[in-house]
C-alpha cells in the first residue's frame, strides 16, 4: 500500500512551497491538490489554481509525484487542460497523475454561468464525463502533426496538436474517481487506478464496519467492470481519499494502523490522507499526522 497526502491550495506561494517540500521530507509517494474554483467553507478565503500550484511544486520537489484530486469537466474543457498538462509533465519530469471525476454541484458547478442558471444534475454531468475523458485520453496520445478532431455533443476539437505529447508513455495516468456504474466503466477502460471517497450516505449516520463493507462493495463492481473488457483488475490501482468516511484514522498512530489494515484487506493500494488545517474539516494533529507519515510509510509502504 501507498500513503498519499493532499494539500489544499490555500496557501501564499512563501508558506506554499515549504509544505510541499516537507511532504516530499516525510517520504509521501504522491501530494496532490484539489483543481475546484473555490470549495465549501474555504470559498471566503485564500484559494489558488490547481495546475499553477502543481507546476510551482515541481520546481521545489524532485521525487514525489504530483497530481490533481480531483479535475472535473465543470470548468474545464479537454482540449486546453491537455495543453496544460503535457506542460506541466514536462516541467515535472513526468511525475504527474491526472485525478479526474464527474465533479459536483458546488461552487464550480454554476461559476461559468448566467446568474439564476441551475447546476447540471448528475446525469448531465455523467454525460459529459463520458465525452470529456475519451476525448482527453485522445488529446495526451495522439500527438502527431495531423492532431485531434472531435465535433460532439458538448466538447469539440479541429486538429487540436498537443507536439511533443506527455514524457510519460503513452501519456500520464488517469487516476478516475467513481462510484455509479458509468464512471466505474469509465475507470475500468481509461484509468490507471481508480479513486473513491467512500459511500458519502454513511458519513454521517453509518459506522466504520458499514463504511468498509461499502467500499468493499464499490472494489467488487470495479472488478466486474475491469472483467467485462477482459482487463485485469490488479492493473488499476484502488485509492481511497480519506475524510469522508466516519471513520477517524488521524486520531492516533493506532487508529491509522487498524485504519490502513483494514482497507488494504479490502483492495485499497493507496490511501491519501489531508494535509492538516487549523481551524478547518481538516484539522488534525500535526504531530501524529507526521508520524504515520513517516512510521506508516515503513509498515505499509
Known amino acids: 500500500m501507498r500513503l498519499s497526502t493532499v494539500i489544499l491550495p490555500i496557501y501564499r506561494w512563501n508558506e506554499g512551497r515549504e509544505v510541499w517540500r516537507r511532504a516530499e521530507e516525510l517520504g509521501f509517494g504522491t501530494a496532490y ?57 514536462d516541467i515535472s519530469g513526468g511525475r504527474v497523475t491526472l485525478g479526474i471525476g464527474a465533479g459536483g454541484s458546488g461552487f464550480d458547478a454554476t461559476a461559468l454561468s448566467r446568474a439564476g442558471d441551475e447546476a447540471w444534475t448528475p446525469r448531465e454531468r455523467a454525460d459529459r464525463l463520458a465525452e470529456f475523458l475519451p476525448l482527453l485520453d485522445r488529446l495526451l496520445t495522439e500527438d502527431g502533426v495531423d492532431g485531434v478532431s472531435h465535433d460532439g455533443e458538448f466538447y469539440s476539437a479541429y486538429e487540436a496538436r498537443n507536439i511533443p505529447g506527455c514524457v510519460q508513455r503513452p501519456r500520464l495516468p488517469f487516476a478516475v474517481a467513481a462510484t455509479g456504474p458509468r464512471g466505474i466503466k469509465l475507470a475500468a477502460r481509461h484509468g490507471q487506478a481508480w479513486v473513491t ?23 467488487t463492481r470495479v472488478g466486474a467492470a475491469c472483467e467485462a473488457i477482459g482487463r ?70
Open 197 to 219: 471517497t467512500g459511500d458519502p450516505k454513511l458519513f454521517e449516520t453509518g459506522t466504520p464496519a458499514q463504511s468498509l463493507e461499502a467500499i468493499r462493495g464499490q472494489i
Open 232 to 301: 485485469d483488475t490488479a492493473e488499476l490501482d484502488k485509492v481511497l481519499l480519506t475524510g469522508f468516511t466516519p471513520d477517524r484514522p488521524l486520531d492516533s498512530f493506532d487508529a491509522f494502523v487498524d485504519f490502513a489494515g483494514k482497507h488494504a484487506e479490502a483492495g485499497i493500494t493507496e490511501i491519501v490522507l489531508h494535509w492538516p488545517i487549523e481551524d478547518s474539516f481538516f484539522a488534525s494533529d500535526e504531530k501524529i499526522f507526521e508520524q504515520i507519515a513517516t512510521e506508516g510509510l515503513a509498515q505499509f509502504g
Open 33 to 89: 491538490t484539489y483543481d475546484h474554483l473555490s470549495w465549501r467553507t474555504f470559498r471566503d478565503g485564500p484559494w489558488f489554481g490547481a495546475v499553477p500550484t502543481l507546476t510551482a511544486a515541481a520546481t521545489v520537489t524532485e521525487r514525489m509525484r504530483l497530481g490533481t484530486l480531483v479535475t472535473s469537466p465543470n470548468f474545464r474543457h479537454p482540449v486546453t487542460l491537455a495543453k496544460e498538462l503535457i506542460s506541466l509533465d
